[in-house]
């Protein structure tokens, strides 16, 4: 059994700043990716950020130079760091790992309950 947890969600105002933070806990063999993606009402869930266990990152264009995805690989965790926050980004913000529970088992894709962070203008 496998958990992610977020937490760091909440009300900003418009060019703040807000850092999400998600712990993945259970049996983990390996992890090769964890990320953050978002949902806004009525859009479709889209990447945010991933990193890889050996630092690889790739970003939405439409946060780039704004947020930073961060790893802690002995912690199991991810961090998401926004800045310059826009209302645009107001959105439910999900964790992703995807992760193998077993040598025998492949990699898949594990989501947080979500958080719901809001940029007010």
């Known amino acids: 059994q496998v958990q992610l947890v977020e937490s760091g969600g909440g009300l900003v105002q418009a060019g703040g700043s807000l850092r999400l933070s998600c712990v993945a806990s259970g049996t983990i063999f390996k992890m090769p990716a964890m990320g953050w993606y978002r949902q806004a009402p009525g859009k479709q869930r889209e990447l945010v950020a991933a990193?890889?266990?050996?630092?690889?990152?790739n970003y939405a264009d439409s946060v780039k130079g704004r947020f930073t995805i961060s790893r802690d690989n002995a912690k199991n965790s991810v961090y998401l760091q926004m800045s310059s926050l826009k209302p645009e980004d107001t959105a439910v913000y999900y964790c992703?790992?995807?992760?193998?529970?077993?040598?025998?088992?492949?990699?898949?894709?594990?989501w947080g309950q979500g958080t719901q962070v809001t940029v007010s203008s």
């Open positions: 992703n790992a995807r992760l193998s529970m077993r040598w025998d088992i492949p990699v898949y894709d594990y």
């Open positions: 990193i890889t266990t050996g630092g690889s990152i």
